[in-house]
Nanobody, 125 residues
Framework: QPPLVESGGGLVQPGGSLRLSCAAS????????IGWFRQATGKEREFVAT????????YYSDVVQGRFTISRDNTKNTVYLQMNSLKPEDTAVYYC??????????????????WGQGTQVTVSS
């Protein structure tokens, strides 16, 4: 299956907001759970948020809970990540991918391993 395509990254000041988009070409996302992950320079990729196929269930990492919101519009075949109150430590390349499990406290979600190019988010003054 082709990887998903991320967009919407950029440079933003601390406290600012960005909305990332995750789209698929030639693949319907309707029945897939999707996750956002990120990887900062020199660090391992980490889980950010997941959403089930109809948007009825979401799960967030503790570090973004309350600041980020994952959502989806299946009519547009797109998943979003609204990021508010951004901090310098949110700086990373953000990726979206299908996930096999959404994750629960203590057990991170299971990505399928199909990674795209990602989109760079830089939070700096």
């Amino acid at each position: 299956q082709p990887p998903l395509v991320e967009s919407g990254g950029g440079l933003v000041q601390p406290g600012g907001s960005l909305r990332l988009s995750c789209a698929a070409s030639g693949l319907s996302l309707d029945y897939f759970s999707i996750g956002w992950f990120r990887q900062a320079t020199g660090k391992e990729r980490e889980f950010v948020a997941t959403i089930n196929w109809n948007g009825g269930t979401t799960y967030y990492s503790d570090v973004v809970q309350g600041r980020f919101t994952i959502s989806r519009d299946n009519t547009k075949n797109t998943v979003y990540l609204q990021m508010n109150s951004l901090k310098p430590e949110d700086t990373a390349v953000y990726y979206c991918t299908r996930v096999l499990t959404l994750g629960v406290p203590g057990v991170p979600p299971t990505p399928t391993g199909e990674w795209g190019q990602g989109t760079q988010v830089t939070v700096s003054s």
